[in-house]
């Protein structure tokens, strides 16, 4: 259950999904987006998930997808957009030590940094890394 006005982090697979309707997690994307929505949650991403779903998506589907998914975030009312510093990417390395969270990426490494600094404890995404850091997840 998300609650109202609840800040929520959005990874890029969540973003991806939300893009591409063959994608696997469309529909539950879709649905929790609504949730979020009509729940008045304040939306929180970073620059590291912009560039890679940007990067994804125009690789992956098309430029015009891509843009499309650019206007439609940078269009959202009330979203913080974090950026990451050569602090945060320091702080973040650590997170890759972690022998339990095989594969994990730099991107979701940052994610992990800068919700813990921002005391965000929630997360919509298709990755099990975040509920492995112990964060809450949607999706």
């Keep these: 259950m998300i609650r ?22 469309h529909e539950r994307a879709r649905a929790t987006w609504h949730e979020l929505r009509t729940r008045g949650a304040r939306i929180h991403l970073s620059v590291p ?17 891509a843009l499309a998914w650019r206007d439609s ?7 913080k957009l974090h950026e990451c510093s050569t602090g945060i990417l320091n702080l973040s390395w650590a997170w890759l030590d972690h022998r339990d969270l095989v594969r994990l990426s730099l991107v979701d490494a940052t994610s992990f940094v800068l919700m813990t600094r921002a005391r965000i404890r929630t997360v919509f995404a298709f990755d099990h890394h975040f509920a492995q850091a112990g964060f809450r997840l949607l999706g």
Excluded: C, M, S, Y
């Design 73 to 79: 975030v940078l269009g959202l009312p009330h979203i």
């Design 49 to 65: 998930v912009v560039i890679e779903t940007f990067t994804f998506l125009d690789r992956n589907a098309a430029r015009d997808v």
């Design 4 to 25: 109202p006005g609840e800040a929520i982090f959005v990874d890029t697979g969540a973003w991806i999904a939300l893009a591409l309707t063959k994608d696997q997690h």
